[in-house]
C-alpha cells in the first residue's frame, strides 16, 4: 500500500485548507487513518485519526476545534479539513493507517507528506 498526502500549499493566516491521503496498490478501508505533521527542528506531532468506519474520531489539543478528520472509503480516502489557519500550523503534513480498525497508535504505513504554509 502507498499513501500520499495532498492538498497543501501557501495560505494566509485565517484561511482554510482540506488535505487528502490517497491509498494505492491496496484499500486501507479496513485501518484506521491518522494525521500528523512534523515542523523544522520539531518532532512529529499526532494531529487526528478516524476509525475504520469513521464512526470515533480523536484529536490532538492543538488542533481540536479547527481540525475535522473524515474519510470517504468509496473513495479509498481519508481527509483533513483544517480551518483558521495559523503560522504555527506551518509543517509538512503526514497520513498514516494503523495497523488496527481503531486508533491504536501503531502505524502501518506512512504516507508521503505535504507542505503546508502559512503566512500571517
Known amino acids: 500500500v502507498q499513501l500520499q498526502a495532498s492538498g497543501g500549499g501557501l495560505v494566509q493566516a485565517g484561511d482554510s485548507l482540506r488535505l487528502s491521503c490517497a491509498a494505492s496498490?491496496?484499500?486501507?478501508?479496513?485501518?484506521?487513518v491518522g494525521w500528523f505533521r512534523q515542523a523544522p527542528g520539531k518532532d512529529r506531532e499526532f494531529l487526528a485519526a478516524?476509525?475504520?468506519?469513521?464512526?470515533?474520531?480523536s484529536y490532538a489539543d492543538s488542533v481540536k476545534g479547527r481540525f475535522t478528520i473524515s474519510r470517504d472509503n468509496r473513495q479509498n480516502a481519508v481527509y483533513l479539513q483544517m480551518n483558521t489557519l495559523s503560522p504555527e500550523d506551518t509543517a509538512v503534513y503526514l497520513c498514516?493507517?494503523?495497523?488496527?480498525?481503531?486508533?491504536?497508535?501503531?502505524?502501518?504505513?506512512w504516507g508521503q507528506g505535504t507542505q503546508v504554509t502559512v503566512s500571517s
Open positions: 496498490g491496496r484499500t486501507f478501508s479496513n485501518n484506521a
Open positions: 478516524v476509525s475504520w468506519k469513521g464512526d470515533r474520531t
Open positions: 498514516a493507517s494503523d495497523l488496527s480498525s481503531y486508533w491504536s497508535g501503531r502505524i502501518r504505513y
